[in-house]
């Protein structure tokens, strides 16, 4: 006759409890793979969740959801799963309270993406950050123009924290409005300001060119600068 019901099997699938040493060491490969490779990704890739909070999900997701479908999978290593993963979340937040250099390494540092309205060129290199995505963020804080921006900060959990000019401090900067982003200048024209798509920076000329190099970055790609208040 058939055997229903097997405590043995659903708690151990009949193995032996000396797998769970096993357990453990899977956990703690698996824990710091899905960090580092996290933590590679960008704070961006885990926007509005830390790299911590994101290696919990992950890997609790398969031990919670295994032991429910699948008879092979017994219930005391997938509750060791969940016991191994939460102390070492505990013993990775314990190294980050006592070594400043530790949370760094983990966690990162804000990133100062705009400063008194120009690209930091240097920490734009330090962060996977597409343009795109990161005027589309300011456009929904109503930004028309960098010139509008004093600081512009990459914070360490993935938000763009943004610090504006005051109204009487607004200067001419580069628009980021699509349809003026992408009309590059080819003649420039005298007392006209114009910014560099590269750096932000702004150049104004005295007489009519047909080149204009950015003395910031070098580059040679411009479009008419807008000054602009910001509305809203």
């Known amino acids: 006759m058939k055997e229903v019901f097997n405590l043995d099997r659903v708690l151990m ?22 960090l580092i490779v996290l933590k590679s990704a960008g704070r961006r890739g885990v926007k509005q969740l830390s790299v911590f909070e994101l ?5 609790l997701g398969s031990a919670a959801g295994d032991p429910l479908f699948y008879e092979d999978v017994g219930l005391i290593p997938a509750i060791c799963v969940f016991t191994f993963i939460l102390a070492l979340y505990r013993f990775t937040t314990y190294l980050i309270s006592r070594s400043e250099n530790v949370e760094v390494w983990l966690e990162g540092k804000p990133i100062y993406l705009i400063r008194n309205g120009q690209f930091s060129i240097e920490e734009f290199a330090k962060e996977p950050l597409a343009l795109d995505e990161f005027f589309a963020e300011l456009r929904l804080r109503n930004v028309s123009h960098i010139g509008q921006v004093d600081l512009a900060i990459l914070e360490t959990n993935g938000q763009i924290s943004v610090f504006f000019f005051k109204d009487e401090d607004v200067r001419a900067g580069l628009p980021i409005l699509p349809h003026l982003f992408n009309k590059e200048v080819k003649i ?3 007392n006209k300001v114009y910014a560099c798509k590269f750096c932000a920076n702004t ?19 411009w479009v008419l600068a807008l000054d602009s208040k910001r509305v809203g």
């Open 203 to 221: 150049s104004k000329t005295a007489t009519v060119q047909t080149e204009l190099v950015c003395n910031r970055c070098e580059k040679e790609r």
């Open 13 to 34: 699938n009949g193995l032996p409890y000396a797998f769970l040493l096993e357990v453990l060491l899977r956990c703690v490969v698996m824990y710091i793979t899905a």
């Open 55 to 59: 290696v919990i999900i992950l890997t």
């Open 188 to 190: 420039f024209e005298p």
